[in-house]
């Protein structure tokens, strides 16, 4: 029997039971995809992330309860927050080696900040399904690694009671419902049941697309974000090029192991 270390925090919080939960596993060798896998299904969290070396090199995976994802913002925030809290890590960069290439993370002050490749979303026909999921036709739609579909203000999106059956038919990994946000410069929520997940308290991955969108609608390139799902988040967001920096706070919740 194997024992690994597991670690559950609250990326994109300053408090516990806000923001986004995710798994860490810190492992000393790289699992089966299989176990890994089953190790997020047991979890039944938005995502589980692993840690472990690879070729002299830090390496991170990341899975929903459902499938392996190519990036996922908050797991990777709360993997950063473990590494320089719990599990001596020195220094103020991590570079992590994934399926969306290198990641860093950069320690400043309270705040971890990421920096994740942009994503430019192309406008695309509307998608009959999202009017039919939400109860209502958005101003314009989006497609990029997710559905995006902009509206008038922020109480739309706080609203939305979403018909999950129906976006299960949708084409891609989610859908980003997003606007203009009352206290802050947009407001977003995401909804992926086809990737396991109905709604994601937290995404960081999806300001990827969020932040050139909204930089280009805005005309400045750093933004500050929420994410109004019931748990809710924060994020402090730029745009950089062809790179996208993603910042927020994490809280460690638990500590402890699995046995497999």
Same mark, same amino acid.
């Given at each position: 029997?194997?024992?690994?270390?597991?670690?559950?925090?609250?990326?994109?919080?300053?408090?516990?039971?806000?923001?986004?939960?995710?798994?860490?596993?810190?492992?000393?060798?790289?699992?089966?995809?299989?176990?890994?896998?089953?190790?997020?299904?047991?979890?039944?969290?938005?995502?589980?992330?692993?840690?472990?070396?690879?070729?002299?090199?830090?390496?991170?995976?990341?899975?929903?309860?459902?499938?392996?994802?190519?990036?996922?913002?908050?797991?990777?925030?709360?993997?950063?927050?473990?590494?320089?809290?719990?599990?001596?890590?020195?220094?103020?960069?991590?570079?992590?080696?994934? @399926?969306?290439?290198?990641? *860093?993370?950069? !320690?400043?002050?309270?705040? +971890?900040?990421? =920096?994740?490749?942009?994503?430019?979303? %192309?406008?695309?026909?509307?998608?009959?399904?999202?009017?039919?999921?939400?109860?209502?036709?958005?101003?314009?739609?989006?497609?990029?690694?997710?559905?995006?579909?902009?509206?008038?203000?922020?109480?739309?999106?706080?609203?939305?009671?979403?018909?999950?059956?129906?976006?299960?038919?949708?084409?891609?990994?989610?859908?980003?419902?997003?606007?203009?946000?009352?206290?802050?410069?947009?407001?977003?929520?995401?909804?992926?049941?086809?990737?396991?997940?109905?709604?994601?308290?937290?995404?960081?991955?999806?300001?990827?697309?969020?932040?050139?969108?909204?930089?280009?609608?805005?005309?400045?390139?750093?933004?500050?974000? @929420?994410?109004?799902?019931? *748990?809710?988040? !924060?994020?402090?967001?730029? +745009?950089?090029? =062809?790179?996208?920096?993603?910042?927020? %706070?994490?809280?460690?919740?638990?500590?402890?192991?699995?046995?497999?």
């Amino acid at each position: 029997m194997e024992k690994i270390k597991i670690y559950q925090a609250d990326a994109f919080a300053d408090e516990l039971f806000k923001g986004n939960p995710a798994a860490i596993c810190i492992l000393d060798t790289e699992l089966s995809t299989k176990m890994m896998q089953d190790i997020a299904k047991e979890n039944n969290l938005s995502e589980t992330a692993y840690i472990f070396e690879k070729d002299g090199k830090l390496n991170i995976r990341w899975f929903t309860p459902g499938c392996e994802v190519d990036l996922c913002g908050h797991a990777t925030l709360a993997s950063a927050h473990i590494l320089f809290n719990h599990e001596n890590f020195q220094g103020d960069i991590i570079e992590f080696q994934s @399926k969306s290439g290198p990641l *860093r993370i950069i !320690k400043k002050e309270d705040l +971890l900040e990421m =920096d994740f490749p942009a994503e430019i979303v %192309k406008e695309c026909a509307p998608e009959a399904i999202i009017e039919k999921a939400l109860g209502k036709k958005p101003l314009s739609t989006y497609l990029g690694t997710d559905y995006m579909a902009v509206f008038a203000n922020e109480s739309d999106i706080a609203n939305f009671k979403p018909d999950f059956r129906e976006l299960l038919a949708l084409k891609s990994r989610g859908l980003i419902v997003t606007a203009i946000g009352d206290n802050c410069d947009f407001v977003s929520r995401w909804f992926g049941p086809q990737s396991g997940v109905d709604e994601d308290p937290v995404t960081g991955s999806a300001h990827c697309l969020l932040t050139p969108f909204w930089a280009g609608k805005l005309g400045k390139t750093s933004l500050t974000a @929420k994410q109004i799902s019931e *748990r809710g988040g !924060k994020l402090y967001c730029s +745009l950089d090029g =062809d790179r996208v920096k993603i910042a927020g %706070k994490a809280v460690t919740y638990l500590e402890g192991y699995i046995f497999i």
